[in-house]
């Protein structure tokens, strides 16, 4: 006969074999969880959102004003995640930037150069895209998952130019990073170089020499002056356009541009001149960026892009606005420019509202920098 009962003995080895079996099962599944199950977590968590920030182990042995300004500013966005396993975009806290010249001035220090290894500036250091890179894999080796699913950013700064065979230089920088999903941005990406996604940012203004004029942007009256420009005619090389932009307007009674000294800029007397014009000439230098865009827009003057390389800033349809002028049609730049008429530049001033509140401040820079990368539609609207 079969008993329905049990000793005492056997119910304790019941338990014991119950509790065992259950401890096993919640080892192997925290085995597995553990293991491979980020993805799994993934699936029941919220969808990667907003921008965050990785501070590496290394960041380099010196950050730009600039640098430091721009990433306490992107922290304070309401769009920044404070873990970057949950942010879609992420930003490396390493002054890739290097925007040294913000601080000074224009006048300060344009020819800046140091030795190797100097503490003075960051473009200096031997290799920050290593240090980067570094940041990047221990990020992705920790969460393999989450890193597949994400877009990092690399603010990259204009001194290639000076030294072209150098470890940033673009086409380097893509394929040393190809095994992550990266977006480029800069202040002189050109369009033969960008890919998708990827856009120019505006310098933003420096208040001290240039604040910004918000009424002088629903301003409509008419200016004593068509366009302006003062700056350095010296070449910078042998395609240099300047000079063909002094030739072109020089007679012309409904223009200013005049020669300036040198590397020195008269700030004020600029001010001054660019509050008689309904339109400012940002005519491309040794860079394809300039801070004419941001000092014309300050003052309510419609800026005239003569730069036929340019990426758009902030991905954003320059013909919205400013006056894109041909680098061929720059010989008949005075009667082109004479031809658009008040109503356009009214138009073009009001909708430049937007690229002002992204260039009049650090946090602005911030904001148009945090929001291109999430809108993308390519339009002011």
């Keep these: 006969r079969c008993s329905t009962t049990h000793d005492e003995a056997s119910v304790g080895k019941m338990a014991f074999v119950r509790v065992m079996g259950l401890a096993l099962q919640a080892s192997l599944a925290l085995g597995v969880l553990n293991d491979a199950t980020e993805s799994s977590v993934l699936q029941r968590s919220p969808a990667l959102r907003g ?62 150069r140091c030795a190797p290894h100097s503490e003075e500036c960051n473009h200096c250091y031997p290799d920050i895209p290593k240090l980067y890179i570094n940041a990047l894999e221990t990020h992705t080796a920790q969460h393999p998952h989450i890193a597949k699913q994400q877009t990092f950013v690399y603010l990259r700064d204009s001194h290639h130019l000076w030294r072209p065979e150098s470890e940033d230089a673009l086409p380097r920088l893509r394929e040393r990073m190809s095994k992550f999903n990266m977006i480029f941005l800069g202040f002189d990406l050109t369009k033969d170089e960008t890919l998708p996604g990827e856009f120019n940012v505006l310098p933003a203004i420096m208040e001290k020499f240039m604040p910004a004029n918000w009424e002088a942007m629903d301003d409509c009256t008419p200016r004593k002056y068509k366009a302006c420009f003062i700056g350095n005619m010296e070449a910078y090389s042998k395609k240099s356009i300047r000079p063909i932009l002094f030739n072109a307007t020089k007679n012309q009674k409904n223009f200013l541009v005049k020669e300036a000294e040198k590397w020195n800029l008269d700030f004020e007397g600029y001010k001054k001149v660019l509050d008689q014009c309904d339109m400012g000439f940002a005519p491309r230098g040794d860079n394809h960026y300039s801070f004419r865009l941001t000092e014309s827009l300050s003052r309510g003057a419609v800026p005239i892009l003569i730069d036929d390389l340019m990426a758009d800033p902030y991905g954003i349809d320059p013909s919205e606005w400013l006056v894109k002028l041909p680098e061929e049609d720059l010989e008949n730049a005075a009667e082109i420019i004479d031809a658009i008429s008040q109503e356009q530049i009214c138009d073009l001033r009001k909708k430049g509202k937007k690229m002002l509140q992204w260039s009049d401040s650090i946090s602005g820079v911030a904001d148009g920098i945090i929001r291109s990368l999430i809108d993308r539609t390519g339009s002011l609207n």
């Design 51 to 112: 921008v965050s920030i990785l501070t590496p182990a290394q960041n380099g042995s010196y950050m730009t004003l600039h640098h430091k300004k721009l990433f306490a500013a992107i922290r304070q966005h309401p769009l920044f995640e404070e873990d970057p396993r949950h942010a879609k975009f992420v930003l490396v806290d390493i002054d890739t930037f290097m925007q040294y010249l913000w601080d000074k001035g224009r006048n300060d220090g344009q020819r800046i």
